[in-house]
T-cell receptor
Framework: DTEVTQTPKHLVMGMTNKKSLKCEQHMGHRAMYWYKQKAKKPPELMFVYSYEKLSINESVPSRFSPECPNSSLLNLHLHALQPEDSALYLC?????????????FGQGTRLTVV | AQTVTQSQPEMSVQEAETVTLSCTYDTSENNYYLFWYKQPPSRQMILVIRQEAYKQQNATENRFSVNFQKAAKSFSLKISDSQLGDTAMYFCAFMKPLQGAQKLVFGQGTRLTINP
């Protein structure tokens, strides 16, 4: 199983809503990532979890709240988002502490904030 | 800080032709990895090929090969016998270890279209 599964695939939410994005992998990877990708731009790193602990927060606003309940799951909780937060949110995973491994990406959640 | 530059926003070739996508990067580190990722309309980022900086031999994966010039900090991707399914956005990426994990820094991408 070399898949990273993200749900939902599409999400439309209002600025006062609370929603969550979910990411799951069963490859035994111990590093998981959230990337944000705006239209026609490259992905930008948001958060990194290594061994279920938040390792990196790339100065992301607090309206985005990540959570790693176990080694297979990664969530991104959304609250009071702005229209400019509309983007493709990509989850990825990799073997932690190993340099020569690739990151496996999910298909992303297309988020629209209205 | 590392930067990755892809100077070709768009490219278009005929099916079966060979195409080369350019990528340059800037880093002061000596040990790192470079990747080419492909993102088709399905949105999923798919690894095409990777290169370890300590290896002098250029990486090859079937129709895909790279020309890695470490001194020049250049990492181009050559696609031979291009196919319609190669149509996608291609991102060059630099990877460095970061606090027990890794951080990918992507270039701006090259949109490649293979025409029938």
């Amino acid at each position: 199983d070399t898949e990273v599964t993200q749900t939902p695939k599409h999400l439309v939410m209002g600025m006062t809503n609370k929603k969550s994005l979910k990411c799951e992998q069963h490859m035994g990877h111990r590093a998981m990532y959230w990337y944000k990708q705006k239209a026609k731009k490259p992905p930008e790193l948001m958060f990194v979890y290594s061994y279920e602990k938040l390792s990196i927060n790339e100065s992301v606003p607090s309206r985005f709240s990540p959570e790693c309940p176990n080694s297979s799951l990664l969530n991104l909780h959304l609250h009071a988002l702005q229209p400019e937060d509309s983007a493709l949110y990509l989850c990825a995973s990799s073997l932690a502490l190993e340099l020569n491994t690739e990151a496996f990406f999910g298909q992303g959640t297309r988020l629209t904030v209205v | 800080a590392q930067t990755v530059t892809q100077s070709q926003p768009e490219m278009s070739v005929q099916e079966a032709e060979t195409v080369t996508l350019s990528c340059t990067y800037d880093t002061s580190e000596n040990n790192y990895y470079l990747f080419w990722y492909k993102q088709p309309p399905s949105r999923q980022m798919i690894l095409v090929i990777r290169q370890e900086a300590y290896k002098q031999q250029n990486a090859t994966e079937n129709r895909f090969s790279v020309n890695f010039q470490k001194a020049a900090k250049s990492f181009s991707l050559k696609i031979s016998d291009s196919q319609l399914g190669d149509t996608a956005m291609y991102f060059c990426a630099f990877m460095k270890p970061l606090q027990g994990a890794q951080k990918l820094v992507f270039g701006q991408g090259t949109r490649l279209t293979i025409n029938p």
